[in-house]
């Protein structure tokens, strides 16, 4: 009835929460996108094939509703005992919400490193949890207080390489950190594929270990939304009992399992980035910032004489962007994505009329 007082329906986690805001996607006119960690060349021709050849037949009929044929040429090229250690995703994004939904009571408690992925109190926030954030320190190594345990932990969220970052904790103290923990460890891997190491094996080791990977950045299938988390198979069993029926569609598990299997095709992609990453460092050194070494497919910088605001912003009216990024009681600074060769040039010699 019209004049009635309007009542809120939704649950009150979502009346006090603040949404996550993803990196700008522009739809209209042309940018040079170096902001939102995207690969900027175009995934392996296997991937396109496949999905040709899944368009024309079997779309009538629902997906497979657990990815076989991806979880099994996954086992293979990722040396796993079996298809029964992965549960596949819409997106790592997708797997990080069963991962909290499954593990993180209402009122229980949640641990992130900070600065990271902001997605993760919002996922929280969503669960009506808590969360804590535990500063890194100036050269982005975790406190010793991240290892300590709480009656109400129930998951402690780990990026490795870390964003905005793009460090990385090694293996060995990974493990030492899960067995010191009284909850499950996830470690996030988006970007481990560009890493000198990775902690895929540690899953083996250790039942409170989770790794999760996303074919978004080394496999150029930002656009595609798939990923999976590996993990023990009594582990992966409960999960699947909170995954949606069909969470990954046809078109998705025929192209993810091509792009699994392109071994070659992600050596070279990954060769590229990584070559093209190490002049991009050394160019932002030269032209004043302080460079975080990075192990990701982007580069923290800061330039503590000029305005990591009014650089980004002059960066986008000349059509390139970067992210901004403000972490209040941390500071600012840029996060650039690693784009061709063309792409990081034209971003440096922009760059060189505003610093």
Known sequence: MFGQPHHYPFRRALAEMEPYVPGEQPQGGKFVKLNT??????????????????????????????ANAFRNRAAEVLGLPGPDWIMAGNGSDEILTILVRALVGEGQRLRMPYPSYILYATLADIQGALWERLEFDKNWRLPAAFADGCDDLRLVFLPNPNSPSGTVEPPEKVLQLAEQLPCPLVIDEAYAD?????????????????????????????????????????????????????????????????????????QENVARIRATRTRMEARLKQLGFRV??????????????????????????????????NFPAWGDGLRISVGTDQQVDACMLLLEQCV
Request: net charge neutral; charged share 15%; aromatic share 10%.
């Open 37 to 66: 960690n995207e690969n900027p060349y175009p995934a392996a021709q296997a991937v396109v094939e496949a999905i040709c050849s899944a368009a024309t037949t079997g779309l009538e009929r629902y997906p497979d509703p657990y």
């Open 292 to 325: 975080t070494p990075s192990q990701a497919n982007f580069v923290w910088c800061e330039h503590h004489e000029s305005s990591h605001k009014q650089i980004y912003q002059t960066l986008k009216r000349q059509q390139i962007l970067v992210r901004y990024m």
């Open 194 to 266: 560009f890493a000198e190491a990775n902690c895929l094996s540690l899953v083996q080791q250790n039942e409170n270990i989770f790794v999760t990977r996303s074919l978004s950045k080394s496999y150029a299938l930002a656009g595609l939304r798939f990923g999976f988390v590996v993990a023990q198979p009594h582990r992966i069993a409960e999960l699947m009992k909170i995954k949606d029926s069909y969470n990954c569609d046809t078109l998705s598990i025929a192209a993810a399992t091509a792009a699994v299997g392109s071994t070659q095709w992600l």
